[in-house]
Nanobody, 122 residues
């Protein structure tokens, strides 16, 4: 599966950005992760098409970010509102047939997009 991510950029605290990801084929779970310099890759949000599009979020973004997409069109978006400097990171789109208990763990995803930079200034 090939993933093509787009979006990102630079905004000030409180601003909004939208990331998009297009997949070459449908997979069971699609997710967004992020990785800041010197830190491990961190789960952001996921959507499971096999569960009717149920969504999952990390505590740090819940209520501010929204993951959505179209399983038939194989697209995934992440709307990010009320951005904070600590959201600054490279964001990655990921896909895989991941079981529920593993969807927050990056090592269970076997397909990754190229990463897109999000920078939030104070």
């Amino acid at each position: 599966v090939q993933l093509q991510a787009s979006g990102g950029g630079a905004v000030q605290t409180g601003g909004s950005l939208r990331l998009s990801c297009a997949a070459s084929e449908r997979v069971g779970t699609m997710a967004w992760f992020r990785q800041a310099p010197g830190k491990e890759r961190e789960f952001v949000a996921a959507i499971r098409w096999g569960s009717g599009g149920r969504t999952y979020y990390s505590d740090s973004v819940k209520g501010r970010f929204t993951i959505f997409g179209d399983g038939a069109k194989k697209t995934l978006d992440l709307q990010m509102n009320d951005l904070k400097p600590e959201d600054t990171s490279v964001y990655y789109c990921a896909a895989g047939n991941v079981i529920l208990s593993s969807l927050r763990r990056s090592r269970y995803y076997y397909n990754w997009g190229q990463g897109t930079q999000v920078t939030v200034s104070s």
